[in-house]
Nanobody
């Protein structure tokens, strides 16, 4: 069983940057695929980015490509989401999720989820 804790959210002006961290506590956390998701008020949760454990391959939602970077430090059991050139429409609660297979990210079926961290981008 894995527990996930997200940190790094906050208030930032448009054009600014934030780095989110997702720390996992589980045996062999380095054998989990990890994804970032977000949910804005009144909207459904959406996929943002994911990183596989097997080959480190990364995946991004279209609006995140070129602005966000997902990475992992397995020595620290941590996955990061570097967010640059932030826009007001990026405002949301950001969640990380973990599962042993990357395909679980596409249908949001990962078993383990954090409680989220709020990101607010002012215009």
């Amino acid at each position: 069983q894995a527990q996930l804790v997200e940190t790094g959210g906050g208030l930032v002006q448009a054009g600014g940057s934030l780095r989110l961290s997702c720390v996992g506590s589980a045996r062999a956390f380095d054998r989990y695929a990890v994804g970032w998701f977000r949910q804005a008020p009144g909207k459904e949760r959406e996929f943002v980015a994911a990183i596989d454990w097997y080959d480190g391959k990364t995946y991004y939602e279209d609006s995140a490509k070129g602005r966000f970077t997902i990475s992992r430090d397995d020595a620290k059991d941590t996955v990061y989401l570097q967010m640059d050139t932030l826009k007001p429409e990026d405002t949301a609660v950001y969640y990380c999720a973990a599962e042993t297979t990357i395909v679980s990210m596409w249908d949001h079926s990962a078993r383990y989820w954090g409680r989220g961290t709020q990101v607010t981008v002012s215009s």
